[in-house]
Structures are given as structure tokens and as C-alpha cells.
């Protein structure tokens, strides 16, 4: 499918539960890569191998002792990324959340921005999500500049000199980040836990 035969516009009423069955989708096809990340993280595995020493002293089972440290933190790296990337985001100045409609009128991708925080004149993507049936079509890409679009124009408006666009990006969502460099972004910071990186922050000045 060719961009062109694209078109992005806001979500219709209609079509939010549609587009949360989408971003959950997003975050379910990754959240297992993250939690086998995070956990495989030297400090991640002293405070398992931790936790599971002192629960040796109250149950009886060594298996338990052993496991229920390692499903409880993958329970939470899961529900941290669904809170975070698999909700769907309320309307804010930069309008939206947006979709990406096929000349037939199905919807298959979602993005939502805001403004960034830390950067004057800059935007940040919020979600961005492609159904997994039209990935690889450059759903994605389309969504990217349209994304561009929005934030020249907003910074336009708040008589910003200089537009940027900062995507965050899960370390294991390969696909996408090779997806950013190839459209000129490049990785500038992020966040994670203990000097360990969870989420790459993609900037790209406009």
C-alpha cells in the first residue's frame, strides 16, 4: 500500500474503541521484549536473586520462593507500559488523537501528540500505533509526517523559531527506531532504572 493512498484525520467518536484495541494491541506485541530487558539488567537480577532469598524464609516451596519475585515484576513492567502507551490519550492543543484511514475508510494506524515538556517549541508523540496488518506499508511514516506537520505549525503559533518533534521509543521496538533513523531523527536520552535504558527519546529538529 502506498503512502499516498493514506489519508490522516482526527478519531471519530466511533472509532475510539477501535483505536484502543490498536494501541493495546502496540504495547502487547512489545511489553514481553521490554520486561526480558529490564530483567536481565545486572541490578534487576541482584534484587530478584534478593527477594527471592527472603521469601525462602516464609514459604515453604522453593520453586514459589524462586518465581513469584520474577512474575510480579514482569506483572508490573506490563501494567507500567499499558498505563503509559496502551490508554488512549485525551484531545490536547496540538488536537487529535489522529488515525490513518485507507482509501476503503479503514482505520490503521493511531498517533497523538503533546507538548513536550522540556523543549521550547517542541512536540512529543504520545502514542503511535500501526495495526499489525498494515505494518511494513509505510503506515508509520506517513503518521511520522503528518506528526511533523502539526508540530511546525504549532510552534508556528506559539511564535516558536524552531520547531523539534521528540519520539520516545521502547529499547526493544526495534522496527520503529530503525524506522526514526532512517527518517533523520536521531537518539538523544531517554529513561530507565539504575543507568539502565528502557525508553530512547528520538529528536528531530524541523
Not at 519475585?69 to 489522529?98: D, H, Q
Not at 508523540?125 to 505494518?135: G, Q
Not at 506528526?147 to 505549525?153: G, L, V
Request: hydrophobic share 50%; charged share 15%.
Amino acid at each position: 500500500m502506498a503512502p499516498g493512498h493514506l489519508s490522516v484525520r482526527e478519531m471519530r467518536e466511533e472509532e475510539k474503541a477501535l483505536v484502543l484495541e490498536m494501541l493495546k494491541a502496540g504495547v502487547k506485541d512489545m511489553e514481553n521484549r521490554v520486561a526480558l530487558h529490564a530483567l536481565t539488567r545486572p541490578p534487576a537480577l541482584l534484587l530478584l536473586a534478593a527477594a527471592s532469598s527472603g521469601l525462602r524464609f516464609i514459604l515453604a516451596s522453593f520453586a514459589l520462593a524462586l518465581l513469584l519475585p520474577v512474575f510480579l515484576a514482569v506483572a508490573a513492567v506490563k501494567m507500567g507500559l499499558r498505563a503509559r502507551w496502551g490508554s488512549l490519550p485525551p484531545p490536547g492543543s496540538l488536537g487529535g488523537p489522529w488515525v490513518a484511514v485507507q482509501s476503503s475508510g479503514d482505520v490503521c494506524g493511531v498517533l497523538a501528540l503533546a507538548p513536550h515538556p522540556h523543549a521550547g517549541g517542541g512536540a512529543q508523540v504520545t502514542r503511535l500505533s500501526v495495526s499489525r496488518w498494515h505494518r511494513r506499508r509505510g503506515v508509520g511514516r506517513r503518521l511520522l509526517a503528518f506528526a511533523e506537520s502539526r508540530a511546525q505549525a504549532w510552534a508556528g503559533g506559539m511564535g516558536e523559531p524552531q520547531a523539534q518533534l521528540v519520539v520516545p521509543v521502547a529499547v526493544a521496538a526495534w522496527g520503529v527506531a530503525g524506522m526514526l533513523e532512517g527518517c533523520g531523527y536521531q537518539a538523544e536520552g531517554g529513561w530507565g532504572y539504575m543507568g539502565y535504558m528502557l525508553v530512547r527519546e528520538f529528536s528531530k529538529d524541523l
